[in-house]
């Protein structure tokens, strides 16, 4: 009886692990804090946004949410801030199909292929509005590598 429960449980945990196998993407982390931080800390680090802490994605930095109350609104970008910043941006990354990562859909109007998301301004317009803006073209060349 023992065995076979055993067995059961190995194989239930077997399962398991198929179930939830997952990859993180790695994206350059150099590219990050020089190319895509201060996008995404200039067109989506807002205290209403993603300088809030309530928000999955989250970019703290000079003049926007910070990670500490301990932190003045334009102290210098902390190395804690940077980091959580790229590991939070890294986590909407699909390591598997890249270009349908929510790091690149959400922040896109849906008329340009994007899902659009709550961060629309006052006229309903998403964050970018067409896929060749600067700020998504720099997001875009971080998530795809190129």
């Excluded at 993180?24 to 590219?31: Q, Y």
């Excluded at 629309?120 to 964050?127: C, E, F, M, Q, S």
Aim: glycine share 8%; aromatic share 8%.
């Amino acid at each position: 009886m023992k065995t076979r429960c055993w067995a059961v449980g190995w194989l239930a945990l077997a399962a398991c692990g198929e179930a939830n196998d997952f990859s993180l993407s790695s994206p350059d982390r150099a590219e990050f804090a020089s190319s895509v931080y201060p996008v995404l800390l200039r067109d989506c680090a807002f205290h209403a946004c993603h300088g809030s802490t309530e928000r999955f994605l989250q970019v703290f930095g000079p003049g926007r949410g910070r990670m500490t109350a301990a932190t003045r609104p334009l102290d210098p970008l902390s190395d804690a801030e940077l980091a959580h910043s790229y590991e939070r941006a890294r986590s909407m990354i699909d390591a598997y199909a890249p270009a349908d990562s929510l790091l690149l859909r959400k922040p896109l109007d849906v008329k340009a292929g994007g899902t659009g998301h709550e961060g629309a301004d006052d006229l309903g317009r998403n964050v970018y509005q067409i896929a060749s803006e600067p700020g998504y073209q720099a997001l875009s060349h971080w998530v795809l590598g190129r």
